[in-house]
């Protein structure tokens, strides 16, 4: 069945690093763009980013502008999400999704908390 | 890019039914017909219910609809039932090639 399995959460202090992942299955992921939103706890959604079916076409939000990056590997089937210069701001559950203007295949999500 | 503007709560008898707003503007929710809705209970990840405006995926209830006028889409619940009861978030693609959410809404069933 169509899948998405985040993965890559974890504790981080401020200033930190970390990279997300997520394992798509179920469909042709390199014919789909691809989506990361995010939830703050009690609070409500976020874009973050998309790219492009093939890669060449990125967009982010002004709030991780300079220090996210999206990237894809269509061959393994996997979104990632590197995100450097963490705040606790970033504290989030993190979920990618199938993007088609609508996000009509979400994961689960993977925890990110920011804090020293 | 600033939030679409929701309602903070919405509630409703079973059976009745209930309409949340999202407003935006030319850039986003008024200049393109890429409004979607999701419902999200507690714990859970998002559930696309309305896309392009007024189209629904397989699979969603036909009690579920949705219309835009000007800078303002609606979401319409018909037969609310206790099902129903979680977060709703409007989206539009906007004018700079991003996306943008609204400020979410919590549905009660009274």
């Known amino acids: 069945q169509v899948q998405l399995v985040e993965s890559g959460g974890g504790l981080v202090k401020p200033g930190g690093s970390l990279r997300l992942s997520c394992a798509a299955s179920?469909?042709?992921?390199?014919?789909?763009?691809m989506s990361w939103i995010r939830q703050a706890p009690g609070k409500g959604l976020e874009w973050v980013s998309y790219?492009?079916?093939?890669?060449?076409?990125?967009y982010y939000a002004d709030s991780v502008k300079g220090r996210f990056t999206i990237s894809r590997d269509n061959a393994k089937n996997s979104l990632y999400l590197q995100m450097n210069s963490l705040r606790a701001e970033d504290t989030a559950v993190y979920y990618c999704?199938?993007?088609?203007?609508?996000?009509?295949?979400w994961g689960k999500g993977t925890t990110v908390t920011v804090s020293s | 890019q600033s939030a679409l503007t929701q309602p903070a709560s919405v509630s409703g008898s079973p059976g009745q039914s209930i309409t949340i707003s999202c407003t935006g503007t030319?850039?986003?929710?008024?200049?393109?017909?890429?409004v979607s809705w999701y419902q999200q209970h507690p714990g859970k990840a998002p559930k696309l219910m309305i896309y392009?405006?007024?189209k629904r995926p397989s699979g969603v209830s036909n009690r579920f609809s949705g219309s835009k006028s000007g800078n303002t889409a609606s979401l319409t619940i018909s037969g609310l039932q206790a099902e129903d009861e979680a977060d709703y978030y409007c989206?539009?693609?906007?004018?700079?090639?991003?996306?943008?959410f609204g400020t979410g809404t919590k549905v009660t069933v009274l």
């Open positions: 999704a199938r993007d088609n203007t609508d996000m009509d295949v």
């Open positions: 790219i492009s079916s093939s890669g060449s076409t990125i």
């Open positions: 989206s539009s693609y906007t004018s700079s090639s991003t996306l943008v």
């Open positions: 392009d405006v007024s």
């Open positions: 179920g469909f042709t992921f390199s014919d789909y763009y």
């Open positions: 030319s850039s986003d929710v008024g200049g393109y017909n890429y």
